[in-house]
């Protein structure tokens, strides 16, 4: 950091207001301090900002409110603040800065104008204060900004002005499908920034998002036809905003929920494909409106709504026995765009709530075992907090009669500007009206717009190529959450657009630690396979994310959710597979932990035979050309011949699911942590290991009664973290 920042000064007015009212922590005070300081002493402009990267919903405009502050402090007199393209995410905006800068407004100290009403009349007293201006991305908010700034109030171009990108991704949509279109749109936004920048006095430029793939992982220049360039956006320096002890995200979702009996273990409910298409229109062949509480064909969603009502039952209960404020809480489906899609899931729901209500008041058999099935999934995941209550099941069973009695339960489709705004509240956040409410649509999820207390997600949007910034947008569940709310939350998806989360979520962790090293241009290579299967550096925008494996120290890569080939169909090449390593071991140098080193080219001869064994189940995949590139590229990272380490062991009885009925996914971690693994990460140092497990596969374990090889990659502990791209644009 350069020597400025030692020099700012933290006791502004501004600043001095906003740290007493908010109690900044010091990694967020130093977050904002170097970004100032980086606005001063380098020239940013729109094509290169600074860039202040946040977590989705994790505090990213309390940090920027913190450097408005700041840089009004620092002989910035207005920030123009641009926001993505919703009347619902101004009015939020704008009722945040209202708010966070009451003392000064009371004090006329400052102005908060949305651009588009600002008053006609402003007069020099006012033009005086600091000002700052709501801009929403589009073209008639930008001509009103340049009419205000060019013709109306010209004095203000000798201000110093600091744009605030609020969200930024102009980038992103270069990556919609709607492609050229998109990219025309981002150059009139940009050609209209670009001429107001020009009539401005000294401009700073700061860009803020969770979502920065498209900014960093662009090509240098994109061609829209012969002689149109659109010129991408590359950041001067980039800021990562400090994440607090209460967030909650991929960290929760994806890493933790794979070890058993943690909280987060609980979290993820598997959406079978064919549901997602029940929920697309109504069908009256699939769906019979008055056997919801029975109907096999929709069960996840009956489990998720139930489980909604069961969860908020349970906070409620425990905010009541210790004397709190209950609390209202929200649930999201969000499936389709189509507005007919909603209107179906709405009736759906309304239809659902009917029955319920209908089966309280009656006090049904049906009802009580639902109850008594969510709270048993539930109660698991309560039971892991140790100072949390643990409510009886015949106390929330009562609350639940209670609540659908009473009516506690309201739904509402939002799907479009009108929708939102008549659902938000005075601070442009979205309105709890009862105890429990369910949202439907897709409006919603627009990112800014804040969602208190969720604790249920319906996700099924499945487009054929993943965006990393759209489906990270969708990710709703993250932010800062209770532990006691987490406890009950449930997130419901098909197994396919869980993984694909995932491997983002992991994208987006080895991007982060990048820059946390030392910025995005070193420390994460991108790689691809070439028709003759060679391994070639990749283009970073060709990367389609929903076919991509990321590559860490001692990342372990294996095949999870498959069952066997009949015996008699795999029985030959299970033998041909033990002869094959058995001369592999043969000919090969045992070291003392068992393991011996092989060419990379026999170890994708075994993966070959193997996978013809394997039947993978629906939303899981063991891709044979992706594990063969994994292997080429780590063998080769070792600067020798391309050699793996080959660990084998026999006469395993592992059963094919766990005791939570998800598939087993550590065939090489028997006795909790010990085993295969263990011994695979201490020799894996400079070559990647290969573990082959030979499993009994018998029926009672829910196999078909065939032996079979489980195989398991682990990289090297010394390869750079790589995005392996199978497949791109």
Known sequence: MTATFYNLKTDGSFFQYLNRKNQYKQPVRECMLRTIANLEDMRTTEHRPGMLLGKIQSGKTRAFIGIMGLAYD??????????????????????????????????????????????????????????????????????????????????????????????????????????????????????????????????????????????YLQPEQMKIHEGKVFEPIRPAFTELVPVHDRYIGGEVYFDKSEKDGHLASYLYHEVEEKELEVMKKMDGRRVKMDRLLTQKNISNIRKAIINFIV????????????????????????????????????????????????????????????????????????????????????????????????????????????????????????????????????????????????????????????????????????????????????????????????????????????????????????IQRDLNNSILPCNPNKILLSNLTMITPHRRMLPVGFQTGYKTHIQKTIRDIDQFVDRVRKNARISKEGACLIPVSDAKKILTLIHATLEMEEGHDFHLDEYEGVLDYLGAESGDEPYVWLLTKTNRKIRRFKQDGKYENSPDTPGKGAGELAIARKIAQQHPALILLRQEGKKEDGWRGSSFWWPVIVAQAETAPTVFANKTI
């Not at 800065?97 to 588009?116: C, N, P, S, T, Y």
């Not at 990270?472 to 396919?496: E, N």
């Open 74 to 215: 620092h002989g910035f007199d207005m920030v123009i603040l641009l926001t993505k393209g919703t009347n619902a995410l101004v009015k939020q905006t704008y009722a945040r800065l209202q708010e966070e800068f009451k003392g000064a407004i009371e004090h006329d100290a400052m102005r908060v104008f949305d651009v588009m009403s600002m008053p006609e009349n402003l007069r020099k007293y006012e033009l005086s204060q600091k000002l700052a201006l709501i801009v929403k991305k589009e073209t008639r908010n930008l001509d009103r900004l340049r009419e205000a700034v060019m013709e109306k109030y010209p004095q203000l171009q000798d201000k110093r002005v600091l744009f605030i990108d609020d969200e930024a991704d102009f980038a992103s949509v270069a990556y919609e499908h709607k492609r050229d279109n998109n990219i025309k749109q981002m150059r009139v936004i940009a050609s209209k920034m670009n001429d107001l920048r020009k009539m401005l006095n000294r401009p700073a430029f700061l860009q803020v998002t969770a979502t920065p793939y498209s900014l």
């Open 311 to 526: 969860g908020a039952s349970i906070r409620r209960f425990q905010q009541r026995l210790k004397g709190r404020r209950e609390q209202k809480y929200s649930f999201i489906i969000h499936t389709e765009r189509g507005k007919q899609a909603h209107s179906w899931q709405a009736e759906l729901v309304q239809a659902f709530e009917a029955l319920l209500i209908e089966g309280a008041r009656e006090g049904s058999k049906e009802l009580y075992h639902l109850v008594r099935e969510s709270y048993d999934d539930l109660i698991r995941s309560v039971r892991t907090l140790k100072k949390t209550p643990v409510p009886e099941f015949e106390d929330i069973y009562a609350d639940v009669r209670h609540s659908l009695d009473e009516e506690y339960m309201v739904s509402s489709i939002v799907n479009s500007e009108k929708d939102v705004n008549e659902l938000l509240d005075h601070k442009g956040e979205l309105k709890l009206r009862a105890p429990m409410n369910i949202f439907i649509g897709g409006q919603i999820l627009d990112r800014g717009v804040t969602i208190h207390n969720l604790i249920g997600f319906f996700y099924g949007r499945n487009p054929k190529s993943f965006q990393q910034d759209t489906v990270l947008q969708h990710s709703r569940m993250y932010g800062a959450r209770p532990i006691a709310d987490l406890a009950v939350t449930r997130f419901y998806t098909t197994q396919k657009i869980y993984r694909v989360m995932k491997q983002i979520h992991e994208f987006d962790r080895e991007l982060r630690h990048a820059f946390e090293r030392g910025g995005h241009h070193q420390g994460v290579v991108f």
